[in-house]
């Protein structure tokens, strides 16, 4: 079953497939080495190489894991040295040499050593099912290119690098993805291009009937009722378009420019680049210009919900001839989540000269939809399902800890005490104060709640009450500082969070607390290992993992060598022999996407005589190796797999790494 608190960002493409393969032969049951050898040794291998002589010439092992980008000259730095024992590769093994260098890349210099410290004294860690040790080398600050070196075992890890703009690039690359993503719009050189390989496509679903003109779903027949519904970004793996799913992401990177807006330059290469704006802003207000359109003149401010098909099985996006759809009546969840982006863009963009009449247009809008939102009835099932895919719905309870979020921008934007009354009604309904996860889930919320805090004119006692609880919660709660000793990875989750969309929940933890650091909340000692957590984290994205794996899409050109090959997703379809699989296809889906990650309850809940996962295996696998690099579609005429459980993007995975990430760019 899939948790509550996942499925409204769940956008269930279904596209036709060709072909279907076979289980890949990592899913078949292992047996653990602690089994196959009464001793639990690892199984034989060669020998030293002898004196060493460059790290090019060395071989690599992936059990030595590091952050595969690299690191900040001041960052901890520690290597993961892992002996798989359950799980789809127990029959790896690595036993640590008693001593570890690190080389530079590019000579082969020695530039420091030391000893290895097994994790946990040598114990299994469950939810990874592996067991290992750490190689600190901290010390190293110079920055430069090295690897990291077993001598006894003739093995090294993958090159990465030591810089303090080691993750700009990658940050490019994560923020281009939302480019990639505009919905009616076409992709083209230089733009669409990162070297020499260019993810080029015609604008989709410009046609007749389509998204300049889409219809009522409840009067198709009747052109009167055409709209100009066009821009915005594709949600997911899907084309479809949600005024609700886009909550998360406009106020993730908003508020991650706000934090750090030196990181976010004009210089992206996307098409607005030079502009004198700042590239996250011009991304941002692609969605804001379609959210705009989603509050036309006639509906007194209200929102509409939802655009998109009505028919699964969608075609490449520039070939599809699907009529589009909108539900004709405003939605409370829909109102009130614009009344909240509106404000809050019109808050960060009012600061940027090019863009003071914008922001005070989106004021105006924002006030109009607060309006709408407190003078009409709630409605809790505006989404019938009829338009496709995802339920775009807001429970009431829900609504209520959007409109907190809504009444604290408009509170900053205006100083008007009704919205401070609005605040004070209700921010203890949020999930912040209600669960210990504070912004792991809906992170908009905690974040809002902390803005708050910050204001001069903010209600004492209300800021008393949120800040007692962040405190309480970081002293208290596991998804914070948590020593490192507690996950092999130095990167404990929850195990009940290893469901679908994973990764953005990952992404979250490392966000909420960075918190602390970025809103003041502690001294500078005090903080340093709730930042060193969100480092971790952030780490653990990039290769150091159970899976070995760099959790972003086609990375080679940024220097992982392990990246994510294949993702769920209409364009980057299963079969395309242009962007299907980096290792199969010409150029595989464009760099920089995050998939949702390990889900354990992967084809959970489904009528084995109706839908035969060929890989629920993936369930028997450890929490964080339920994961597979593939993208297989949806064929009711045969067994087939859900690989949108696990590698279909979102813009709320994207947003979630992107103000992570955006943390740690000096």
Request: with cysteine; hydrophobic share 35%.
């Amino acid at each position: 079953m899939i948790p509550r608190y996942i499925a409204p960002l769940l956008a269930l493409s279904l596209l036709g497939c060709p072909r279907e393969p076979p289980p890949p032969s990592w899913l078949e049951p292992t047996t653990p080495k602690s089994q196959s050898r009464p001793d639990g040794a690892a199984a034989p291998r060669s020998g030293p190489v002898g004196p060493f002589v460059s790290c090019e010439k060395t071989r690599v092992s992936e059990l030595i894991r590091v952050d595969q980008f690299g690191y900040r000259p001041s960052a901890k730095k520690l290597a993961v040295l892992v002996d798989p024992v359950e799980g789809w590769n127990a029959k790896d093994a690595l036993t640590p040499g008693p001593v570890y260098e690190v080389r530079s890349w590019s000579d082969g210099k020695l530039v420091l050593s030391g000893a290895p410290r097994p994790w946990n004294q040598g114990a299994v860690q469950k939810s990874s099912g592996d067991r290992g040790s750490w190689f600190d080398f901290s010390a190293l600050r110079e920055e430069g290119s090295y690897c990291i070196v077993d001598r006894d075992n003739g093995l090294r890890s993958y090159r990465f690098d030591v810089g303090r703009g080691v993750y700009r690039n990658v940050l490019r690359a994560a923020l281009r993805v939302f480019y990639f993503q505009r919905a009616n719009f076409a992709k083209q050189k230089p733009f669409a291009c990162v070297g020499d390989k260019c993810w080029t496509d015609r604008a989709d679903y410009v046609g007749p009937g389509q998204d300049k003109e889409a219809r009522s779903v409840k009067d198709r027949g009747n052109a009167k009722t055409a709209r100009d519904l066009s821009g915005g970004w594709w949600d997911a793996g899907d084309t479809n378009k949600y005024a609700t799913f886009l909550h998360s992401p406009t106020h993730q990177l908003l508020s991650a420019y706000s934090e750090r807006p030196g990181v976010f330059g004009d210089d992206f290469n996307i098409p607005e680049s030079g502009n004198g704006v700042p590239d996250v802003l011009d991304e941002l207000k692609v969605e804001l210009d379609f959210l705009s359109k989603m509050q036309p003149p006639d509906l007194n401010g209200g929102v509409l919900l939802k655009v998109g098909n009505v028919e699964h099985g969608d075609p490449l996006p520039d070939q599809s001839t699907f009529k589009r759809f909108y539900y004709p009546e405003p939605c409370s969840a829909s109102t009130v989540v614009a009344a909240g982006v509106f404000a809050h863009a019109a808050l960060v963009l009012r600061e940027v000269p090019q863009l003071k009449g914008y922001s005070d247009e989106l004021a105006n809008r924002a006030k109009r939809a607060w309006q709408y939102f407190q003078s009409h009835p709630r409605n809790y099932e505006c989404d019938d399902g009829t338009i496709k895919s995802g339920d775009a719905d807001k429970p009431a309870a829900e609504q209520e800890q959007v409109s907190v979020v809504a009444a604290i921008y408009l509170f900053a934007l205006t100083g008007e005490a009704s919205y401070a009354e609005a605040i004070a009604k209700s921010f203890g309904l949020t999930r912040p104060m209600q669960e210990d996860r504070w912004s792991s889930y809906d992170p908009e919320q905690g974040e809002a709640l902390l803005f708050y805090s910050r204001l001069p004119n903010a209600d004492a006692k209300v800021k008393a009450a949120i800040l007692a609880r962040k405190l309480d919660q970081a002293r208290s709660v596991d998804i914070y500082a948590t020593k490192p000793e507690r996950d092999l990875y130095r990167a404990y989750m929850r195990d009940d969070s290893f469901h679908w969309g994973h990764n953005m929940v990952r992404a979250n933890v490392g966000n909420t607390n960075f918190e602390l650091v970025s809103f003041g909340l502690l001294s500078a000692e005090e903080s340093a290992p709730f930042a060193e957590r969100a480092e971790d984290l952030l780490h653990s994205f990039h290769g150091v993992n159970a899976m070995g794996l760099v959790y972003l899409t086609n990375m080679s050109a940024y220097g992982a060598e392990k990246s994510v090959n294949s993702i769920f997703h209409t364009w980057y379809r299963d079969g395309d022999p242009n962007y299907d699989d980096v290792r199969t296809s010409r150029l595989g889906p464009a760099p920089g996407y995050v998939p949702g990650g390990p889900n354990h309850a992967y084809c959970s809940g489904q009528d084995p005589k109706q839908n035969k996962c060929a890989s629920s295996r993936l369930r028997q696998q450890p929490l964080q190796k339920a994961y597979l690099d593939f993208n297989t579609g949806w064929d009711p005429a045969q067994e087939h797999d859900r690989s949108w459980e696990l590698t279909e993007p979102g813009i709320y995975y994207q947003s979630a790494y992107v103000q992570l990430v955006s943390k740690f760019v000096e």
